[in-house]
């Protein structure tokens, strides 16, 4: 087993054969890949995906901002990260963690810091979501008009060992909020 310290996921990058186009959508395109694999091909379908970034807002009172909103692919106004897509040519994820912050909770943040990074469904997509840290958290100078399932947003504030319990009792399931929450809490163990 590797040391603790160097266990991480290693490059490899089998020849594409061939790669169509197999769905153009409004958000994200399917890709449709033949893959020399071994002694033969393999062939996998996956969502082509720009990437992400959330937010994992934190208080002086150690609670961490939640919002909800409807998510049609499962049918649930699920408990969220503020969070949102690498959509903007050339924005470095920072940058965007921070208009997605004051996009979906009309908020600010002094301090920002890395938390960490996950591939979504690697089986699937090829999505990475960066979450960031922010603490300093201020009313945004000015209000965000939202549209569709970003006009109801609930936010909420909650203490985040609360949040840590929704996750593990399987009651807020939603993986980046997962991550998320588990990683600052790990976070601040880690310095206290």
Do not use: C
């Not at 919002?67 to 049918?75: E, K, N, V, W």
């Not at 940058?95 to 996950?118: F, G, I, M, Q, T």
């Not at 922010?134 to 945004?140: D, I």
């Amino acid at each position: 087993m590797p040391d603790r310290g160097v266990l991480r996921d290693e490059p490899f990058e089998p020849e594409v054969v061939h790669s169509d186009l197999a769905f153009e959508g409004a958000v994200w395109n399917v890709r449709d890949d033949r893959v020399r694999y071994g002694d033969g091909e393999i062939r996998r379908q996956y969502v082509a995906h720009t990437g992400a970034v959330a937010v994992l807002a934190l208080d002086d009172d150690r609670r961490v901002l939640l919002i909800q909103q409807y998510r049609h692919p499962i049918r649930h106004r699920d408990w969220e990260l503020p969070a949102g897509l690498l959509d903007v040519a050339g924005e470095e994820p920072l940058e965007a963690a921070k208009r997605e912050l004051a996009e979906e909770a009309d908020l600010v943040a002094a301090h920002w810091e890395p938390l960490v990074s996950s591939w979504t469904t690697p089986g699937g997509n090829d999505e990475i979501i960066h979450v960031f840290l922010a603490t300093g958290v201020s009313v945004a100078p000015s209000a965000h008009a939202r549209e569709d399932e970003e006009a109801d947003i609930r936010t909420e504030w909650v203490p985040l060992d609360a949040a840590v319990d929704a996750v593990m009792e399987g009651r807020m399931r939603n993986g980046i909020l997962s991550i998320g929450v588990l990683a600052a809490a790990q976070r601040l163990r880690d310095r206290s």
